[in-house]
């Protein structure tokens, strides 16, 4: 089983939708969740971390269950511009490691 | 621009020739780390420093892989004997707090001819 598991998508939607991204993880001791934006051929650039309790930046919110070991990503009003892959990103727990997993990433492609 | 910048962002050689890409990190960050990624892949961790010392290594790194960052600023990853199979983007990734945000430079992109 990978340590870091996201549906690949493409998730199609239109201009003003809402989108939500799951993503499963397999090391329950995890510490540290997040979720990167990357651009076709780029960087992945650090969209947001995700937090215990939930937390909002804009029109993205994000959600952990560590009860079910499973972050979410959810997008209102979706812009062309965030036309992109949505990488879940997880901090092992193992002693010492500062070292990221991620997950294959989810594709999103918003039309007019 | 203060980010992350990597050297060269593109590099084509043919196999059996060794590559060295530099990784330049944001100035105050003390943590640095290499990843490399594939298509439809998410990034791979390869490699990790704290100001000079070398922590960690991903079994992916083989004997050909070899990284160093002298005096704790830039680092530099060497490729010796270049396969096919290394072509992939090298992403390099700074941090600066053990809160383990960290923030990626544009990448080298390696083709192996």
């Known amino acids: 089983r990978k340590e870091v598991e996201q549906d690949p998508g493409p998730f199609n939607v239109p201009e003003g939708a809402t989108v939500a991204f799951n993503c499963t993880y397999s090391?329950?001791?995890?510490?540290?969740f997040f979720w990167y934006r990357q651009d076709c051929r780029k960087e992945p650039k650090l969209l947001m971390s995700?937090?215990?309790s939930g937390n909002e930046d804009g029109r993205f919110t994000a959600q952990l269950n560590r009860a079910s070991q499973y972050i979410s990503l959810l997008i209102r009003d979706s812009k062309l511009s965030d036309s992109a892959t949505y990488l879940c990103?997880?901090?092992?727990?193992?002693?010492?490691?500062?070292?990221?997993?991620f997950g294959t990433g989810t594709r999103l492609q918003v039309f007019p | 621009d203060t980010g992350v910048s990597q050297d060269p962002r593109h590099k084509i050689t043919k196999r059996g020739q060794n590559v060295t890409f530099r990784c330049d990190p944001i100035?105050?960050?003390?943590?640095l780390y290499w990843y490399r990624q594939t298509l439809g892949q998410g990034p791979e961790f390869l490699t990790y420093?704290?100001?000079?010392?070398?922590?960690?290594k991903s079994r992916l790194l083989s004997n050909r892989f070899s990284a160093e960052r002298p005096k704790g600023s830039f680092s530099t990853l060497e490729i010796q004997r270049t396969e096919q199979g290394d072509s992939a983007m090298y992403l390099c990734?700074?941090?600066?707090?053990?809160?383990?945000?960290?923030?990626f430079g544009p990448g080298t992109r390696l083709t192996v001819t």
């Open positions: 420093f704290q100001n000079e010392a070398q922590l960690e």
């Open positions: 990103v997880v901090n092992p727990p193992l002693y010492n490691t500062d070292k990221l997993i």
């Open positions: 100035s105050e960050h003390n943590r």
């Open positions: 995700v937090y215990s």
């Open positions: 090391n329950s001791a995890s510490q540290s």
């Open positions: 990734a700074s941090s600066g707090r053990r809160d383990y945000e960290q923030y």
